[in-house]
């Protein structure tokens, strides 16, 4: 994968190939990502939130239900947001659908929650994994909560095709940098709708 659009091609394919109900990583609820936002302290729901790599994730759903009014659904690929679009109906309209690979991306506000499920175990490269800590460091507000869910040690060591890093909770800490402290950890088994169990790895993390 060397380049932004084989990266945006390679994720088209796979939407195009599957949907979004039979691709490996579907969920019909982001139940782990809920409960770790959900018992968080303090979350101020005006405060900008982005799903990084929302794909045709429901959690867009779940933020807007609970009351926040500045959501950024991002993805290198449009495919998978299409799927929310279509979903979601006229609520789309209270979602920025960014469509930019996260490496590339300029933020223009500050968050007061960030998510990634399954996509920063994609990052294999120590370059990229730094800008993504950069990012971090950019993109947050003080006291920004970060929801991270990645595969875990016994997780696959594959994802559609491509290499992925898996992470225990205190590597998947170090890995994101010391601006973040963790509030909450969890180990999830995903069954994919093949019904292969895939464990995760998930943290909450305050800057
Ligand atoms: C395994 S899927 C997970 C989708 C979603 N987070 C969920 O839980 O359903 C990974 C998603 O991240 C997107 N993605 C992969 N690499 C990315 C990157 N570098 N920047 C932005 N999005 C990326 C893919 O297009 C895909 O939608």
């Not at 691709?23 to 982001?30: D, F, G, I, L, Q």
Request: net charge negative; glycine share 8%; charged share 25%.
């Amino acid at each position: 994968m060397t380049t932004d659009v084989d990266r945006a091609q390679h994720w088209a394919e796979t939407y195009t190939r599957r949907g979004d109900t039979q691709v490996s990583w579907y969920s019909a609820e982001p139940s782990p990502a809920l409960a770790l936002i959900d018992s968080a302290a303090g979350l101020d729901p005006e405060l900008p939130a982005v799903d990084v790599g929302a794909g045709a994730s429901r959690l867009v759903d779940a933020l807007l239900a609970r009351g926040f009014t500045d959501v950024t659904a991002l993805d290198v690929s449009d495919d998978g947001l299409a799927h929310s679009r279509a979903r979601l109906g006229p609520a789309a309209r209270r979602v920025r659908w960014t469509v930019v690979d996260v490496l590339d991306w300029v933020p223009d506000r500050r968050f007061g929650l960030w998510h990634d499920r399954a996509v920063f175990h994609f990052l294999t490269d120590a370059a990229d994994r730094a800008r993504y800590r950069d990012l971090l460091e950019i993109a947050l507000a003080p006291g920004a909560l970060v929801v991270v869910g990645t595969f875990a040690h016994d997780g696959p060591e594959q994802c559609s095709g491509l290499p992925t890093a898996r992470y225990g909770p205190e590597e998947l800490a170090a890995a994101l940098g010391p601006g973040l402290r963790v509030v909450a950890e969890r180990r999830e088994e995903h069954v994919t709708p093949t019904g292969a169990v895939q464990p995760f790895t998930w943290l909450a993390l305050r800057r």
